[in-house]
């Protein structure tokens, strides 16, 4: 979900968290952090991933990407298939391939709180944009920005397509996009929350200023440990990669976690290791190492 347009300088070797147990599961974050600025996957990149499945590592991509986005990652799925996709509102399958993933979990937006949510934003930062993102289509305001690699179903108000008769009404909504052609983003971020409270969850992943709305208590981090109880794995086996705010719960719950070289200051804040930016195969360079400790 990320439109990666900067990239700071990094360190050469990676800071590494302190732990003495082996991890189970790696959580990687996609734009920034796995994928190149071209949105490629290097083959060292590729490489690590597969020796972290072979090493019974299980790898869960965690992105603020819808299903239909992840054809980037699809031919690099290995045994389970699963990814957290939309910041944590759904957990799809995706051996299927593009257009053809199958939702295994949905933490959908409770349409109330989405027309809440539009609301106190509208009220605290006029001129905001929207658009919602459901299961399978996308939908957004006439003056809404072209930020995304398609085009939507419908245009309208966002209250009309909230509405219980809007197209795809039948549909979960998995998150809102609220779009400010002039705030800063981080001072967006910080006046929605503010304005919506508990009513829903708000971040960003982009370099502009939108915001992702979800339901109440829904993040990466929350889905993820969701998935990991599923599987019996602690917060202490877990790896985690990011590198914008919407990875903050998610670095802060697992028990290693890592930003980028090219992170937003919150998730340098948040991590407890910092590894070099994504266009240098941070997360493959931690991979790497940790498949060498698991050797000696």
């Known amino acids: 979900m990320r439109e990666n347009g900067r990239v700071t300088s990094a360190t050469r070797r990676p800071e590494t968290p302190a ?14 952090t796995l994928l190149r600025d071209d949105k490629s996957v290097s083959e060292r990149t590729i490489a690590a991933l597969a020796a972290a499945e072979q090493a019974d590592i299980e790898v869960f991509f965690v992105t603020g990407r819808p ?5 980037v990652v699809s031919d690099h799925v290995h045994g389970h298939g699963l990814a957290i996709c939309g910041n944590g509102a759904a957990v799809v399958d995706l051996h299927g391939g593009p ?7 949905v933490r959908e937006l409770a349409r109330e709180n989405a027309l809440d949510a539009v609301r106190l934003v509208r009220e605290a930062a006029p001129g905001a944009v929207f658009a919602v993102e459901q299961t399978y289509g996308f939908y957004q305001e006439p003056t809404y920005p072209k930020l995304h690699m398609e085009t939507p179903d419908s245009l309208a108000p966002a209250e ?3 509405a219980a008769d809007a197209p795809g009404a039948g549909e979960p909504v998995l998150k809102i996009l609220a779009f400010h052609h002039e705030l800063d983003p981080d001072a967006f971020l910080t ?28 993040s990466k981090a929350s889905t993820l440990a969701l998935c990991c109880a599923e599987r019996g794995i602690s917060p202490e086996e877990v790896v985690a990669f990011g590198d914008m705010p919407n990875d903050v719960e998610m670095l802060s719950w697992a028990g290693q976690s890592y930003a980028m ?23 493959a360079v931690v991979i790497e190492r940790i498949l060498a400790e698991r050797l000696r």
């Open 19 to 32: 732990s003495t147990v082996l991890p189970r599961l790696i959580a990687t974050d996609l734009d920034g």
């Open 99 to 105: 257009g053809a993933h199958r939702f295994v979990k």
């Open 67 to 71: 299903a239909r986005w992840m054809d």
């Open 191 to 218: 006046v929605a929350r503010l304005a919506i409270g508990d009513r829903a969850n708000v971040t960003r992943s982009s370099p502009s200023a939108l915001l992702e709305i979800s339901g109440p208590d829904v």
């Open 160 to 162: 009309k397509l909230l």
């Open 261 to 283: 070289g090219n992170a937003h200051p919150e998730v340098i804040a948040a991590a407890s290791g910092r590894t070099v930016a994504n266009n240098e195969d941070g997360v």
